[in-house]
């Protein structure tokens, strides 16, 4: 009896397989179609993606670059300006010197020649003075003459 309901299942699944089976398998492969053409579309958004963050990386160290590139650009025309701020603060410091060094140069030579000026007077009252009290007026007169020239030759 176990025999003849095992036999009879094997049977039934026998039969039924077959209509099952035809039925259910372009259902299978359908199904199965479905999801490997959702794969590929899965793959190629993943390729699609993966290119994308590569160009967005690419772009990120360009723009890096760049920026690295604009600070260093940066940088040496900030020292180049500084540079050149420098040296006409030297330049002007050194005309203002050399304006300075004139002037007083100018003002040394006034102050000598008004002392000349002024000695060379002096002297002349001097000699005059004691020459009028010791000799006569004739010898005096040639004294005095002959000591403005000699003044004359040594301070020129």
Known sequence: EVFWVGLSFVIFIGLVYKPIGRAVGPALDAR?????????????????AQALLASYQRKQKDVVKESENILIDAAAEAKRIIDEAGQQLEESLNKRIE??????????????????????????????????????????????????????????
């Open 32 to 48: 199965a179609q479905k999801i490997q053409d959702e794969l590929d579309e899965v793959l190629r958004l993943k390729e699609e």
């Open 99 to 156: 304006v300075a060094m004139q002037k007083i140069s100018a003002y040394e030579a006034a102050i000598l020649q008004e002392v000349r000026n002024n000695s060379v007077d002096i002297a002349i009252s001097t000699v005059r003075a004691l020459v009028l009290e010791q000799m006569d007026k004739k010898k005096s007169a040639d004294l005095v003459g002959k000591a403005i020239l000699e003044m004359n030759k040594k301070l020129h």
